[in-house]
C-alpha cells in the first residue's frame, strides 16, 4: 500500500509563507499515480487544491491558484506544496493524499491519505 507522511505545518501571520512536504512510499512506478493536497476546517468537507499527474503537470483550486505551488523530487519520493501569500482562511488541516490511477487528478477519488498537518494563518 501507498503511505503518506506529511510535514511542515505550523502557525503563520497572514502574508508569510509555509511549505509542506509529503514523503511517499509503498507505489510502483510514478507514471501510474497521481498525487494531491487536499484540506479541511471543521464542519466542511474537504477540499481538493492541488494535483500532479502522471507527467508532472499541476492543477490548482481557484481559492489557492497564484498562491500555492504543487511540486515533487522524484528521488526522494516526497511531494510538496509551497504556501504564499497566506491568508486566515487558509487555515485548515492539510492532507497530501495518492489516487491508484494516473487517469482524472482533478475530479476522481484518492484512494491513500496522510495523517494531516495543521496550517494556521492569523
Known amino acids: 500500500d501507498v503511505q503518506l507522511v506529511e510535514s511542515g505545518g505550523g502557525s503563520v501571520q497572514a502574508g508569510g509563507s509555509l511549505r509542506l512536504s509529503c514523503a511517499a512510499s509503498?507505489?510502483?512506478?510514478?507514471?501510474?499515480?497521481?498525487l494531491g493536497w487536499f484540506r479541511q476546517t471543521p464542519g466542511k468537507a474537504r477540499e481538493w487544491i492541488a494535483a500532479?499527474?502522471?507527467?508532472?503537470?499541476?492543477s490548482y483550486a481557484d481559492s489557492v491558484k497564484g498562491r500555492f505551488t504543487i511540486s515533487q523530487d522524484n528521488a526522494k519520493n516526497t511531494l510538496y506544496l509551497e504556501m504564499n501569500s497566506l491568508k486566515p482562511e487558509d487555515t485548515a488541516i492539510y492532507y497530501c493524499?495518492?489516487?491508484?490511477?494516473?487517469?482524472?487528478?482533478?475530479?476522481?477519488?484518492?484512494?491513500?491519505w496522510g495523517q494531516g498537518t495543521q496550517v494556521t494563518v492569523s
Open positions: 500532479l499527474d502522471s507527467d508532472g503537470s499541476p
Open positions: 509503498g507505489y510502483v512506478g510514478r507514471h501510474n499515480i497521481c
Open positions: 493524499a495518492a489516487r491508484g490511477s494516473r487517469f482524472q487528478c482533478v475530479t476522481g477519488v484518492y484512494n491513500y
